[in-house]
């Protein structure tokens, strides 16, 4: 099965070729073609996403994306279009779809709408990133415990198989990378502040005490803002007494850093208790970070954790595709260009 997939729910452009080998369940993909325009350098001014930038960047983006892997391959091949149709930012889910539209009526296909996040959810299964490689597809065992921890979404789901799961908890306010994207801005990194932020910490040493959100709440769901709140307060206690240094910057990333991450680990914990899952599946722009990948190892030794390969963490079509995929082996209904849809606040 040959799929072309389209990713535009935030600040990523990408277009993905990808085939699926389905005889005899072989279960095996090939990643033909990949374009992926990241929008970095248009946001990095702003301190984050401007929507209307992203949508305008994406109307840019797109044809030109998408001439060049139609320049390489006969694209009236392929079965259908996958489109992540949500969630996301309305500006820049609207003008993937008008282009998905377009390139669904030229090339007389139908569309796949696909769940962004089950994209991320799916990412771990590629072995390696590699284009023109028949990759097997990891066999993950069930029941397995899947936390996508994302720029906008943080979410922890209770799976029976890869197409039927259960939302457990989910973040009240912000998600973990939107978390760690403010903390890089409160230590006056660059955007987007996760990776950087990650950087730091490791020159640094968790001396400073900060909150364990919702450790006393039963419930599976997170909550970041506090967290923020409490390192607003210390760097503004700081700087009033003219500490607020490099060597201060880094140990309150590793403290920051640190404090986030076992919050997620401690519901992850708990939840791993209730449902004594064979597996964790782990996925989202957060998964590149590898103290957190430390950190989940060292906790789990005796669950298989799954991650996404490198390069296949953040967001782009390959991931869509994917989802996709597994969408029609659901048996989703496809669509036609005149009844797809967007819904920025599509739900897992
Ligand atoms: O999944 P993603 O590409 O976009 C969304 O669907 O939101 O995730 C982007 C997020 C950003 O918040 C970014 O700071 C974070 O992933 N991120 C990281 C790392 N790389 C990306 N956070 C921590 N450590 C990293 N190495
Ligand atoms: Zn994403």
Request: some cysteine; glycine content about 6%; aromatic content about 8%.
């Amino acid at each position: 099965m040959l799929i072309l997939a389209i990713e535009t729910t935030c600040d990523e452009t990408g277009l993905a070729l990808v085939d699926f080998r389905v005889d005899a369940d072989a279960d095996e993909v090939k990643i033909l073609a990949e374009e992926l325009r990241s929008q970095f350098s248009l946001h990095r001014k702003y301190g984050g996403v401007v929507p209307i930038l992203a949508s305008r960047a994406h109307r840019k983006n797109l044809p030109i994306l998408y001439e060049r892997i139609k320049n390489k391959f006969d694209l009236k091949k392929i079965d259908a279009i996958a489109f992540a149709v949500g969630p996301g930012l309305p500006p820049a889910l609207i003008a993937g779809k008008e282009f998905v539209i377009k390139i669904a009526e030229e090339l007389d296909k139908k569309i796949i709408p696909v769940n962004h996040m089950c994209g991320h959810l799916y990412s771990v299964l590629v072995a390696k990133k590699k284009k023109a490689v028949w990759q097997k597809l990891k066999k993950i065992i069930f029941p397995a415990l899947g936390l996508v921890v994302s720029g906008g979404h943080t979410e922890l789901l209770a799976m029976d198989s890869l197409t039927r799961f259960k939302k457990l908890g989910e973040t009240l306010d912000d998600a973990v990378g939107e978390s760690l994207d403010k903390a890089g801005r409160l230590l006056e990194l660059p955007y987007p502040g996760g990776p950087n932020l990650e950087k730091l910490a490791l020159r640094g040493k968790p001396f400073f005490s900060l909150p364990q959100p919702m450790s006393r709440q039963k419930s599976f769901n997170f909550s970041f803002s506090g967290l923020k709140t409490a390192l607003a307060e210390k760097v503004d206690e700081l700087k009033k007494i003219n500490r607020f240094n490099q060597e201060i910057k880094q140990d309150l990333a590793c403290s920051y850093q640190k404090a986030t991450f076992e919050s997620l680990i401690f519901k992850l914990k708990s939840a791993a208790e209730n449902f004594q899952p064979k597996s964790i599946l782990v996925s989202g722009g957060v998964s590149a970070n590898l103290t957190l990948r430390k950190f989940l190892i060292k906790i789990f030794p005796k669950k298989k954790i799954f991650f996404p390969a490198k390069g296949l963490e953040t967001d782009d079509g390959v991931k869509v595709a994917l989802a996709g995929y597994f969408a029609l082996k659901n048996k989703i209904e496809l669509k036609e260009s005149f009844s797809l849809d967007i819904d920025s606040n599509l739900d897992l």
